[in-house]
């Protein structure tokens, strides 16, 4: 079985203060890990993907097997960033399983 | 961008009616996916289709049922709703001959309220 655990269900920070959003797994096997924003009133879109390691939108996240996590980085959190957060899991059976979710607030 | 249009976007109704939520996709995806999104539970798949003749069940399938009735539809049927299937519902694609298996496209939702 495939699980995604994201243990803070809102988050807030100050504008310009790093923000961290925690994800762990639960996947025997070697997942593919994404992000996926949703910002008010817009539809739930991909932000990113461990296999292709990059930035966007000044957010990162690495892929840590040992301890089996996938936190959502961001060194200068701004307002706009304000959003809900999923954490996704791809394994074998090429289902998308995700977690519950972050409201992250950056406040002014 | 419209290229995954779900209808109803809301819809009320009462205990023991049938509901049918459809979705239509312009973009060519081989898969369609339903979940829905139920606050601290976030998004649960309900079933998935890799194509037109491959219909799965998912992790919540018990109580809907589908129709994949070309690449381009996806439909989603409460036989018989309940109030415990309140919820916002998302369609959802990708495409089969992508690198990776977890870039989908989500519809804007469809809220259902089952009184």
């Known amino acids: 079985a495939q699980r995604v655990t994201q243990p803070e269900k809102l988050l807030s920070v100050f504008k310009g203060a790093p923000v961290e959003l925690k994800c762990n797994y639960s996947y025997s096997g070697s997942p593919e890990l994404f992000w996926y924003v949703q910002y008010s009133r817009q539809r739930l879109q991909l932000l990113l993907r461990?296999?292709s390691r990059e930035s966007i939108k000044g957010f990162t996240a690495d892929l840590n097997k040992g301890e089996t996590s996938f936190h959502l980085k961001k060194p200068f959190a701004q307002e706009e960033d304000s959003a809900m957060y999923y954490c996704a899991l791809s394994g074998s059976a090429r289902q998308l399983t995700f977690g519950s979710g972050t409201q992250l607030t950056v406040l002014p | 961008d419209a290229d995954v249009t779900q209808t109803p976007r809301n819809r009320i109704t009462k205990t023991g009616k049938r509901i049918m939520l459809e979705c239509s996709q312009t973009k060519g995806h081989d898969r369609m996916y339903w979940y829905r999104q139920d606050p601290g539970l976030g998004l649960r798949l309900i079933y998935y289709s890799f194509d037109v003749k491959d219909i799965n069940k998912g992790e919540i399938s018990d109580g809907y049922s589908v129709s994949r009735q070309a690449q381009a539809k996806f439909s989603l049927s409460l036989e018989s709703a309940i109030p415990n299937q309140t919820a916002l519902y998302f369609c959802a694609t990708s495409n089969l001959a992508a690198p990776s298996t977890g870039e989908l496209f989500f519809g804007e939702g469809s809220r259902l309220t089952v009184l």
């Open positions: 461990h296999i």
